[in-house]
């Protein structure tokens, strides 16, 4: 055949595929999904309608795969740094750029081309250098600080000076004078009542009062930077030193031989009825109502059945579209739309028809938010004394000493399916004692997978459990508790060292200031100060030149079955934006890791997709652990979806769903520190191995299951045992030649900077655990 007729032929064959594919019914892809319910008020469920039969956008002749982005600029290549593989702006371009099968080589780094042993498989190369770094005089550095070796005492510049006040105690283990340590906004001062309604209300601990956290001034030289995140990036003083007796004392903790008396009967204490008391007394500063405890455990008196009807009755009764008919309801004909580009939806432009009674002037200040934070844990739980220090911890200083902006609870998974939980109040009340130790009980919500059967029958069958499933539980609690506008998700074996409301605000914070323009690329990378630079301005515009003329993420996907709800950009093209679309808007999502693209990758469970475009070509973005903060609006679109049959894995599911609509998600980089003096570079190379320096997008991925070895190192993450060990250094316990008190009498007393610990899993703690009243007065 002559090569002219040949080139005809293939010319045509690709134009007849184009045509058939840009005409194929387009319902034929995943699960059409009804009305979304976005609710806002306790008592007002609040839906937005999604639509069928959107298009798949096609970009150059082809469908979206994982890579392909909302924004497709017209210069199709960009310039990259030597070494990295050059991308061509194209989603199948993508695809190639990585090799399908095990690599011998990192890719590409944000900095220079690396030279390896090809020869040698890269988990080896890995582990290679990890041995030799163990070998270097300042290996395991970060082992071993103490209260004998802090720097950068009175270094607190550019932080609230009432936060720290001294306290006047003196301790025989220490010379230095610790501080009390108050993070909470004045809330007497004018600036805050000119901001805020309703007046802030002292609320009551188990004792007299909530007295502050002490903490002492400085850090341990061996913890100055972290290697991954920082702390000015989340504007956290770093310049604190938490110790164990200080910290955990008014929480149970006392040390062995310790000169305090008394005891408290913990059993006693009722920490639900505190949270609760404590919201209701502060309700006017609050746009939602307070729920109160015989409400709780997800409608325990009726069956599951029972349970759906009712839900399903009352979301049909409030619909916006039942609403609107009558044409006398305000909120209904404005929450209808679409959010704005400032991503304002209906719940911040509604009329403010529920405010309890408030004046007209009080309508113009701003309410503030509630949190939930679920603490998650199942039949095989061991409670230990710690783990009960640490939540008492988190109920005072989230809850308590908040005036109720956040609420603490227990998510209890019962593994037995077999017990009628749901369907006979006493076994649930006789499941719940045997459970959970009798202080949490009444903050704790029961379930199992059997219930989520019921609910989502359209879901993958014997996909219900928690490992595969994680979020319907923490669905169907916000559906039960809607008075919350954010809901944390958080893992029991994880630790803070620090102050739980400091932490918490300065995550959300950070999120909110965080622009969308280039949001996605900054989150699906570990962020490594020594690489990347600030973060704010050189983080930023050396992405933005990364990626110049290449696609990027602008707005919310757009395929078949997903009306997204998201807000349109402002501006068609990123570029005419400065930075301004996204800032002082509050993130739907928060994830404490990166947030990647899991094409090449091979993570566990990457496929399980269904619904949608299928596992093949859904569009998709993955986090590599679960911990984190969804807004209710988030939680009621992954409800929709789940009821339409449209499921996600769990570790996809937030952040998929929040691409897909054009939601706000925002990975928080954390401080995280290593066990090995790593240089920048090497550590940008396992950390962020992607072609364009991500931590995703290649099977060298740190998260793929060949290289999560990785993570052996590190305060937080998977499969790691320095959590624990540095962890149990902090208690007071020996641990591989550190810690305990015989090397404390040489060494001094162990001191932490605020830190999230992860996994922290089979802590001993002293044998003495008593309560001093004294420790809680205010």
């Not at 030289?221 to 310049?239: E, I, K």
């Not at 593994?415 to 749901?422: A, T, V």
């Not at 449209?646 to 952040?655: E, F, Q, R, V």
């Amino acid at each position: 055949m002559p090569p002219r007729l040949r080139s005809s032929l293939a010319v045509a064959f690709l134009l007849l595929v184009v045509y058939l594919v840009l005409t194929h019914d387009a319902v034929n892809f995943g699960n059409p999904v009804p009305p979304i319910v976005l609710t806002d008020a306790a008592t007002e469920p609040q839906p937005l309608p999604l639509d069928q039969g959107h298009d798949v956008v096609w970009i150059g002749g082809q469908s979206h795969t994982h890579m392909t982005p909302a924004h497709h600029p017209s210069t199709p290549t960009a310039t990259v740094d030597a070494g990295e593989l050059v991308w061509t702006g194209t989603p199948q371009a993508a695809k190639e750029a990585v090799p399908p099968k095990e690599i011998n080589f990192a890719p590409g780094t944000e900095e220079e081309h690396w030279d390896t042993d090809m020869t040698q498989p890269l988990h080896a190369q890995y582990q290679e250098e990890y041995a030799r770094l163990g070998k270097q005089k300042d290996a395991g550095k970060i082992f071993g600080g103490t209260l004998s070796n802090l720097v950068d005492s009175d270094a607190h510049a550019g932080f609230r000076a009432a936060a720290l006040t001294p306290t006047g105690k003196h301790f025989d283990f220490t010379d230095q004078e610790p501080l009390n340590y108050n993070p909470y906004p004045d809330y007497l001062g004018e600036h805050y009542k000119k901001h805020y309604q309703g007046d802030f209300v002292d609320c009551a601990g188990p004792g007299t009062g909530l007295g502050d956290v002490e903490v002492f001034s400085g850090h341990s030289q061996s913890l100055t930077y972290p290697q991954l995140g920082a702390y000015y990036v989340l504007d956290m003083d770093s310049n604190l030193c938490f110790e164990r007796e200080t910290r955990l004392g008014p929480y149970g903790f006392l040390e062995p031989g310790s000169k305090a008396t008394g005891s408290k009967n913990w059993d006693t204490v009722d920490w639900g009825q505190l949270q609760e008391t404590c919201a209701k007394k502060n309700q006017g500063r609050f746009n939602r109502a307070i729920a109160t405890f015989s409400t709780l455990h997800m409608d325990a008196e009726r069956s599951p059945q029972e349970n759906i009807t009712t839900q399903e009755k009352r979301v049909r009764e409030t619909t916006l579209l039942e609403r609107r008919t009558t044409r006398k309801d305000a909120i209904a004909r404005r929450a209808v739309k679409k959010e704005n580009h400032l991503g304002k939806s209906q719940i911040e432009t509604r009329d403010h028809d529920d405010l309890h009674d408030m004046t007209t002037d009080s309508q113009t200040l701003k309410p503030h938010a509630r949190t939930a934070v679920l603490l998650r844990a199942n039949s095989t739980r061991v409670w230990s004394e710690n783990d009960k220090q640490n939540i008492r911890a988190m109920v005072a200083e989230l809850s308590l000493l908040s005036g109720g902006e956040y609420q603490v609870f227990i998510l209890f998974q019962i593994l037995d399916n077999s017990k009628p939980i749901f369907s006979d109040p006493e076994v649930y009340s006789a499941t719940l004692r045997a459970s959970v130790p009798q202080e949490f009980r009444s903050m704790t919500v029961l379930y199992n997978d059997q219930l989520f059967e019921d609910i989502y029958t359209k879901t993958q069958p014997g996909y219900h459990s928690d490992s595969d499933s994680h979020w319907l539980p923490v669905q169907k609690f916000a559906l039960d508790y809607s008075g919350f506008d954010y809901y944390w998700n958080w893992d029991l074996d994880s630790r803070y060292t620090g102050h739980y409301y400091n932490f918490l605000e300065k995550l959300g914070e950070f999120a909110d200031m965080q622009p969308r323009k280039g949001l996605w690329e900054r989150n699906e990378r570990y962020y490594i100060p020594e690489i990347h630079g600030a973060y704010a301005s050189e983080f930023r515009s050396r992405l933005e030149l990364k990626y110049a003329g290449a696609p990027t993420q602008w707005g919310p996907l757009h395929i078949v079955t997903v009306d997204a709800i998201g807000p349109n950009p402002p501006v068609d093209d990123p570029i005419d934006d400065n930075y301004e679309w996204g800032v002082h808007e509050q993130a739907d999502f928060i994830s404490l890791a990166p947030i990647f693209n899991t094409i090449s990758t091979n993570i566990a469970n990457k496929d399980d997709v269904w619904g949608y475009l299928g596992p093949e070509v859904t569009p998709r973005r993955s986090t590599h652990t679960l911990q984190s903060r969804l807004s209710k609006k988030l939680l009621q679109i992954m409800h929709a979806e789940n009821l339409a049959g449209n499921h996600l894995g769990s570790h996809m599911a937030p952040a998929t769903v929040s691409l897909l609509h054009g939601l706000k998600a925002v990975y928080a980089p954390h401080p995280i520190f290593l066990d090995r003096e790593w240089k920048g570079k090497s550590l940008n190379r396992w950390f962020n191995p992607g072609p364009h320096g991500e931590s995703g997008s290649t099977q060298a991925s740190p998260f793929s299951t060949d290289h999560t070895q990785r993570f052996q190192g590190v305060t937080w993450g998977t499969n790691s045992d320095v959590p624990t060990k540095m962890y149990r250094h902090w208690l007071g316990l020996e641990d591989g030649g550190i810690g305990g008190q015989k090397w404390e009498k040489t060494n001094g007393r162990t001191c932490l900077p605020p830190m999230l610990l992860y996994p922290v899993q089979d802590v001993e703690t002293p044998p003495q655990s008593q309560f001093s009243p004294s420790q809680w007065s205010s």
